[in-house]
């Protein structure tokens, strides 16, 4: 923890010099940091009242009244005078107030052009997603869309470091778990048959939060396999949005059933099966991971496709 600390302290220091957080002329304008980011809330939201903008930036009330205080003395806003009480009038970016912000903002995007344009494509995308993921993991309930999609190149081996680092953290599944997740994985990509297999990431901003496999088994049947929710990115959905895209490519390929293998011990996985119809078909003992678990097969039955019947 100690060790933890330390490095998101460190780092911000970096970050607070870096961006100039604490200097009096942010990025050489006529305001500083607090001010930039209520500029930019006022210009984001208008029309919109001090009561949002103070919840929005976690301001006190005081402080963020002499700002709004200040941005008026300038001729930046105006109010809509309807309302008694000064905290529910909608307020507005004036001329100079657009002026004044478009400035701030054409300053602050060069300034983070400059930044990336030190970097190559890969390292911006490692910035990007390292960013987007500190974002996440402080603010899990942020609101970040996501998308399904196929994996790209690399994605895939990253998948099996990933479950097998969550998992030997939650579980204690250790080497044995790995060189499963490995063996599969480097099986996927070393006999992918690309109209009947695949494997699906989940996209949070830019950055895996999930992902899951499926694979052909012969004889009408898919396996659903690996699939797994970051922490960060749970309770979106994105569990279920996975298990139904490969029903639903299972079902337009024309199988006749998905099955899959899991564990008791994994309440919140098979709970996203049985929402989606899975039912479990078998259970039985095995010590592959050290200690005594019991597993569990899964299917569902398929529809046939579209058109046929």
């Known amino acids: 923890m100690d060790s933890a600390i330390e490095s998101v302290r460190a780092f911000n220091r970096f970050f607070t010099r870096h961006v100039g957080a604490i200097d009096a002329r942010f990025l050489d304008t006529d305001v500083n940091l607090p001010e930039a980011r209520l500029l930019f809330e006022i210009a ?10 103070g919840t929005e930036l976690g301001l006190d ?70 960013l987007t993921k500190a974002r996440l993991l402080l603010d899990p309930d942020a609101p970040v869309d996501y998308v399904i999609r196929p994996a790209r ?70 396996r659903l396999r690996l699939l797994h929710v970051e922490p960060f990115a749970r309770r979106r959905g994105i569990g279920d949005a996975l298990v139904r895209t490969c029903i639903g490519f299972a079902t337009g390929t024309g199988y006749d059933r998905i099955t899959l293998w899991t564990h008791t011990v994994l309440d919140a996985a098979r709970r996203i099966y049985a929402r989606n119809g899975f039912t479990c078909v078998a259970t039985a003992w095995h010590d592959t991971f050290g200690d005594p678990l019991q597993g569990e097969t899964w299917q569902v039955t398929l529809p046939p496709p579209t058109g046929t019947g």
Request: net charge neutral; glycine share 10%.
């Open 153 to 222: 190149v690399g994605e895939v081996s990253q998948v099996a470091a990933r479950q097998s680092i969550l998992y030997a953290a939650s579980h204690g599944w250790g080497r044995a778990l790995e060189t499963l997740e490995a063996e599969t994985t480097a099986a996927f990509l070393r006999d992918l048959k690309p109209d009947r297999e695949g494997c699906w990431i989940a996209d949070l901003g830019g950055v895996m939060a999930g992902a899951v496999f499926l694979t052909d088994e012969g004889a009408g049947a898919a």
């Open 44 to 53: 984001r939201r208008e029309p919109v009242s001090a009561i949002v903008l």
């Open 61 to 130: 009330r005081g402080y963020l009244s002499r700002m709004i205080a200040r941005f008026e003395k300038r001729g930046w806003i105006g109010r809509d005078r309807l309302a008694a009480d000064a905290r529910t009038r909608p307020i507005r970016l004036t001329g100079e107030g657009r002026a004044a912000f478009d400035q701030i903002d054409r300053r602050q995007r060069d300034a983070v052009a400059h930044d990336l344009a030190t970097l190559s494509g890969p390292e911006q995308d490692d910035l990007v997603q390292s």
